[in-house]
């Protein structure tokens, strides 16, 4: 498991649409068929990464906490199943299922989102606003799994969010998240 960072695409930047299958619905789902005039979370995960597996609970319980307050929450997978078949879309609707996830799952076969998103990891988590401008982008929070004793919190996402919701700019200072390589198709 190589450690990567995220790559901290620029403040403002227009959130990329895209239509990717939902792995949970069977449907085709646009990121402006689904994004909230308050704030839209995407997040970049996947079924087999630690690192996303640590932070899954909190995951689900922050987006519940906060769709309720009107933001719009959104995960892709972006790795090869070919070569991560637990990645595969019929074990990413198993996945989201177990684990409780209230929000679409889209898988990304071509990984042309995860380019538009500058994407490097999993877990990795934007913010856009209302006006789908990015206002945060990096870690749930301090802990890793392995890494550190620190209690997972969702502490920074949360405080982001409150920020967007108050109509005011998250602090700059952000730190990006880490985890898992986005596994990226092998040129042929």
């Known amino acids: 498991m190589a450690y990567t960072e995220s790559t901290m695409l620029p403040l403002e930047t227009q959130a990329p649409d895209f239509s990717l299958p939902d792995t949970v619905s069977g449907r085709q789902v646009r990121l402006q068929d689904i994004a909230s005039d308050k704030a839209t979370v995407v997040m970049f995960l996947c079924n087999h990464c630690p690192y996303v597996l640590h932070v899954n609970a909190e995951i689900v319980r922050l987006a519940k906490e906060y769709e309720a307050k009107g933001v719009a929450f959104v995960a892709i997978s972006s790795n090869d199943a070919v070569a991560y078949p637990d990645d595969a879309p019929d074990k990413m609707r198993a996945h989201a299922l177990e684990v409780g996830y209230t929000f679409p799952y889209l898988y990304d076969e071509s990984q042309d989102v995860a380019r538009q998103y500058d994407a490097a990891c999993t877990p990795d988590?934007?913010?856009?606003d209302g006006?789908?401008?990015?206002?945060y982008?990096?870690?749930l929070d301090n802990s890793r799994p392995k890494r550190n004793p620190v209690p997972v919190?969702?502490?920074?996402?949360?405080a982001a969010l409150d920020a967007v919701l108050a109509g005011?700019?998250?602090?700059?200072?952000?730190?990006p998240s880490g985890g898992c390589n986005i596994k990226w198709k092998q040129e042929k």
């Open 125 to 128: 988590f934007y913010i856009f």
């Open 131 to 135: 006006n789908l401008r990015l206002k």
């Open 137 to 139: 982008r990096g870690q």
């Open 153 to 158: 919190t969702g502490a920074d996402l949360r």
């Open 168 to 175: 005011q700019n998250p602090d700059p200072a952000q730190r």
